[in-house]
């Protein structure tokens, strides 16, 4: 198939909304200064395929943009695209539209649970799982992976042991996991989802970055593995990071089990959030009908970037390590063997290497002197961040 896209373009995103370039301060940054390399938060910065830019005109150009409520074609090409990535074949009526993963992990939280409760998520780990857990007042347990050579693990004996300890009810699993890049195998979710089921705890599965899957890996949805874990699942996915749409703030739940669903639905309503964004269902299914060869050359793009990365980084500053990610776009770079102050490592890189990485102390106790760099952009800017961070890296 003959390329039709131009992942080599750069887009300025400086002077735009973008979170990543206007908001530095947020990332540990002292200021918002255009000469820094934001190489940081979870979006890229290829340019979205066409098809998905021109639908998202249409809205425009009828003149209206007014209340929308999910089409057929919302439900359809959401199914249509998860049998053929995943071989899943699910109901209609399983789908549940939500404004984002994260308040759908936060209204699957407060709909299951009491405040006080103990919830268990595998560290490192995005951010936000921490944040949608104390700030509705229950209790984070961490249950920290292990680290092989060449991956991370979890550790199930732990995991049990402190499901049993802490009385936990619900589970929020990573899969594909960010930041490790672990593309958990069906032996691993069959164990995960076994231990849950017989501790009566909930899961809930983020599985935002599960078309990002490299070479040689299958990414396994876990309700699909069995009925029992089907009911026992609240999946939450979008098409986000797969087209580089974040900022429609589209998503979907997968519930089966009727009873979660509709408590679901209620929490949401609750909220006052019963309509959907004219531009997001429209971007929706654009991205899912019309998107397929922008993702396969994106992803090979990206494959392309990570082969790159990691042979400069073993080349040229080996004391910094480094695993190849089995699924998205983000590295998880240990700077452990640096006798240095992880907050003043940061801010080294930030004012002298002028390079924004996102700092691990947020992911987790077990990722003091971690960072996690985002390599969805186009060579000469991958380029750039690793000259960038070699420039520290050189003076420790």
């Known amino acids: 198939m003959s390329k039709c896209y131009d992942f080599d373009e750069y887009v300025d995103r400086k002077n735009s909304h ?10 540990g940054a002292p200021k918002n200064d255009h000469s820094i390399l934001a190489m940081s938060i979870a979006d890229m910065e290829f340019k979205c395929c066409n098809e998905i830019l021109d639908a998202l005109k249409k809205p425009i150009s009828n003149g209206v943009i007014g209340y929308d409520c999910p089409c057929e074609k919302f439900f359809a090409s959401f199914i249509d695209w ?7 074949d699910i109901k209609k009526e399983w789908i549940v539209p939500v404004p984002g993963v ?3 992990i936060a209204n699957t939280i407060i709909k299951n649970t009491k405040e006080g409760d103990a919830i268990i998520i595998n560290t490192p780990v995005y951010p936000p799982f921490f944040n949608v857990i104390e700030l509705n007042k229950r209790i984070v347990v961490e249950n920290k992976l292990v680290e092989l050579e060449d991956k991370y693990v979890i550790d ?6 402190k499901i049993i300890e802490n009385n936990v009810k619900l589970s929020i699993l990573c899969s594909p996991h960010n930041p490790v890049g672990r593309v958990w195998t069906k032996e691993e979710l069959e164990e995960y989802g076994r231990i849950c089921r017989k501790h009566n705890v909930l899961m809930v599965s983020d599985e935002i970055h599960g078309d990002l899957i490299l070479k040689d890996y299958k990414h396994i949805p876990i309700a699909s ?12 996915t979008a098409p986000s990071k797969t087209f580089n749409i974040a900022g429609l703030s589209q ?7 009727e009873e979660l669903r509709n408590s679901f639905i209620e929490g949401l309503v609750g909220y006052g959030i019963f309509h959907m964004a004219s531009f997001s269902a429209v971007g929706f299914v654009a991205a899912y009908t019309y998107g397929k060869q922008w993702f396969e050359e ?5 494959e392309d970037n990570i082969d790159f990365a990691i042979d400069f980084i073993k080349r040229e500053i080996p004391k910094v390590k480094v695993k190849r990610p089995q699924a998205s776009f983000l590295l998880w770079l240990d700077l452990r063997e640096f006798d240095v102050d992880h907050d003043e490592l940061h801010q080294k890189l930030i004012n002298e290497g002028k390079l924004l990485l996102n700092s691990g102390i947020n992911y987790g106790e077990n990722a003091r002197l971690f960072f996690r760099m985002n390599i969805a952009c186009n060579k000469e800017m991958l380029i750039d961040g690793l000259n960038r961070l070699k420039k520290v890296v050189d003076t420790l």
């Open 225 to 236: 593995i069995n009925e029992d874990f089907l009911n026992n699942t609240v999946t939450l």
């Open 156 to 161: 199930f004996e732990n995991f049990e042991k």
């Open 298 to 302: 994106c992803i090979s793009y990206i």
């Open 251 to 257: 998503s979907v739940a997968i519930i089966p089990n």
């Open 102 to 104: 994260v308040p759908g």
């Open 18 to 27: 973008a979170e990543k370039w206007n908001n530095m301060i947020a990332a």
């Open 82 to 88: 998860q049998k053929e990535k995943n071989n899943w």
